[in-house]
């Protein structure tokens, strides 16, 4: 099998080209390693074929996609950005970007698979469940509210005050995009699947949770929290936890990720939306406090190190917990996460991280 990857010298990309070479497939990189994600330029593996350019350029697209079987789509511009001021570029990076890699798929009359990496943000305040009303979508959080330090979204039935539990979200569950970035990876998700009812050809949505794991990215305005958290710790300072700590998240390990998308692109009978989950949730304060403690281990011994910090504050367009079901993934890819949080914290102490001096 002949794969192309796009986005492939990123962080998730480069684990999945390695999951592919490992499984015996031929890779094709396609990633402009940008200088605003790769402080340092990445090795892209020595084994895959690379060409350098931007996936919303037509000619390169063009090129990139002949004579591959399947298509892995993880070019994007990821996280929540600094305001919507980016929206511009959001657009462009990743509703252009599918539109672009899509006619260059179509003009070839392509009928592979195409896998694209989507993520949790799709659902927004996710599910929860209300004592009196039962399984409710969250209303969106006001300003006000976090304001005075209530985080948690209410029932969205007028005037219930009811403490809402927070319930796993499967597939099915309406989509609600709350940021730019959460809505461009809807529109891509949109995007392939009419390509792929109108092409006959089977496309999958791999819905990430928090992806983390050796090669994170540094700390910018784009990257996730645990890479924020390393960033901090490893320069000895206190990682600052928003909101009061209690956000809750489902952080899964890089090769697991990884080991999805080789399972999206190869199990014949894979279609549709899947979340690639650990299926055991955090609250981000129990992140901050892990990772922490696994760095001050290696360091100084245990308790050593900067203890993470309840703020208070909050950014506009987070949500406040997403908790998925693995169950579908599980059933139709096969799919389980096999990294533990623990082990992956650990690892991530002494790990390597893009962009930083040391790992
Ligand atoms: C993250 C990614 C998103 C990806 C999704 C699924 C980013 C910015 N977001 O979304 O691209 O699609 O996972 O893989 O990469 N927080 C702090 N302190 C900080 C930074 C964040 O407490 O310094 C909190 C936030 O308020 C939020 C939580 O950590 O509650 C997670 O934030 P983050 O990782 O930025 O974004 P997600 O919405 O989880």
Not at 136 to 146: F, G, Q, T
Not at 259 to 278: D, E, F, I, K, Q
Request: with cysteine; charged share 20%.
């Amino acid at each position: 099998m002949r794969v192309l990857v796009t986005g492939g010298a990123g962080f998730i990309g480069s684990r999945v080209v390695a999951h592919l070479l490992d499984g015996g497939a031929e890779v094709r990189v396609l990633d402009r390693l940008d200088p605003g994600v790769h402080a340092v330029a990445p090795e892209v593996d020595s084994r895959a074929e690379l060409m350098v350019g931007d996936v919303t350029d037509p000619a390169v697209v063009a090129a990139a996609v002949a004579a591959v079987d399947a298509v892995s789509h993880q070019a994007a511009k990821v996280g929540l950005g600094v305001d919507f001021g980016d929206v511009g570029a959001y657009v462009a990076a990743n509703d252009v970007g599918t539109a672009s890699l899509l006619t260059a798929l179509w003009s070839r009359r392509f009928r592979g698979r195409l896998v694209l990496a989507s993520s949790m943000v799709v659902y927004g305040e996710g599910r929860s469940r209300c004592p009196r009303h039962g399984l409710v979508s969250p209303a969106p959080r006001l300003p006000a509210d976090m304001e005075a330090g209530s985080f948690d979204p209410p029932c969205p039935f007028t005037g219930c005050t009811a403490r809402l539990e927070v319930a796993a979200v499967a597939e099915d569950t309406p989509a609600d995009p709350l940021n730019v970035y959460a809505a461009t990876k809807l529109h891509q998700e949109h995007l392939c699947r009419l390509w792929g009812r109108e092409a006959g050809a089977a496309t999958v949505a791999l819905r990430y949770h928090n992806v983390y794991g050796p090669g994170m990215p540094r700390d910018t305005p784009y990257a996730g929290v645990a890479a924020i958290f390393r960033s901090a710790l490893a320069a000895g300072q206190a990682p600052q936890v928003f909101e009061d700590g209690g956000q809750t998240r489902d952080f899964v390990h890089v090769d697991d990720v990884a080991r999805a998308n080789v399972l999206a692109l190869t199990v014949p009978s894979a279609t549709g939306a899947y979340n690639v989950a650990s299926g055991t949730p955090h609250t981000v304060l129990d992140m901050a406090e892990a990772l922490a403690a696994a760095m001050s281990e290696g360091t100084a011994g245990p308790g050593a190190g900067p203890r993470p910090v309840v703020t208070g504050r909050w950014r506009p367009g987070d949500v406040r917990h997403v908790v998925a079901s693995p169950q579908r993934a599980a059933d139709e890819l096969g799919f389980t996460a096999t990294v533990s949080f623990e082990q992956g914290m650990a690892e991530l102490a002494t790990a390597a991280t893009r962009g930083l001096a040391r790992g």
